[in-house]
Every structure is written in structure tokens, then in C-alpha cells.
């Protein structure tokens, strides 16, 4: 059983930067760790995934060379750094896990956290 914990979500002006992390509690070895995102009325879309054991990454087109994904073993959390954030980026954000390397299809990812908030606006 996996359990994940997400903080680090706010309230900031469109240009700034935002760091979410996900506190993972089980055995994530050959796992890979997920982040989307869902703005009201709208689908949970992907963010970017990351492996657990090597490191690989993969990122939804609206938000490479903007967001950055990362693992700490030791501190078996994975963070999601945000910067020049926009308004589109609005949205609550998940972390998830899933066994299928790299996956990009919420309905891939088997364990989810509460999500986090956050809000980008002038």
C-alpha cells in the first residue's frame, strides 16, 4: 500500500516559481512517479512522470522548459518545480503512481494523493 502526501501549492503572480512535493510512504522501487493537474471543469491532464529507480522523465508539451521533475531517494519524495508560471497553469495538482514506465493516462496510475492548489493570477 502506497500512500502519497502533496504540499507547496499557493497563490502567486503570473513569472513566478512554485516548488510541489509529494511525500511517498511504500515501496516505490520500478515505479513511476506522476503529476497532473485539474483546473474546475475541466479533465485531470499530465504534467510530467519521472522513474523511480533511474531517474527518466517525460513532460506534457505545455510545460517543458517550464516545469522540472526530480525524486530524493533518501527522502522518498518527488517534487515538481514550477517556473514562469502562467494562468493556464491553474489547477489542483496531483501526484500519483503507476507501474507502466513513463505513463501519461491518469486511468495508468493506481495510487493518488489529495492534491495541492494552486492559483496563478495577477
Known amino acids: 500500500q502506497l500512500q502519497l502526501v502533496e504540499s507547496g501549492g499557493g497563490l502567486v503572480q503570473p513569472g513566478s516559481s512554485l516548488r510541489l512535493s509529494c511525500a511517498v510512504s511504500?515501496?516505490?522501487?520500478?515505479?513511476?512517479m506522476g503529476w497532473f493537474r485539474q483546473a474546475p471543469e475541466k479533465e485531470r491532464e499530465f504534467v510530467a512522470a519521472i522513474t523511480w529507480n533511474v531517474g527518466t522523465t517525460s513532460y506534457a508539451d505545455s510545460v517543458k522548459g517550464r516545469f522540472i521533475i526530480s525524486r530524493d531517494k533518501d527522502k522518498n519524495t518527488v517534487y515538481l518545480q514550477m517556473n514562469n508560471l502562467k494562468p493556464d497553469d491553474t489547477a489542483r495538482y496531483y501526484c500519483a503512481v503507476t507501474p507502466f514506465y513513463l505513463g501519461t493516462m491518469h486511468t495508468q496510475y493506481d495510487y493518488w494523493g489529495q492534491g495541492t492548489q494552486v492559483a496563478v493570477s495577477s
Open positions: 511504500g515501496r516505490t522501487f520500478s515505479r513511476t
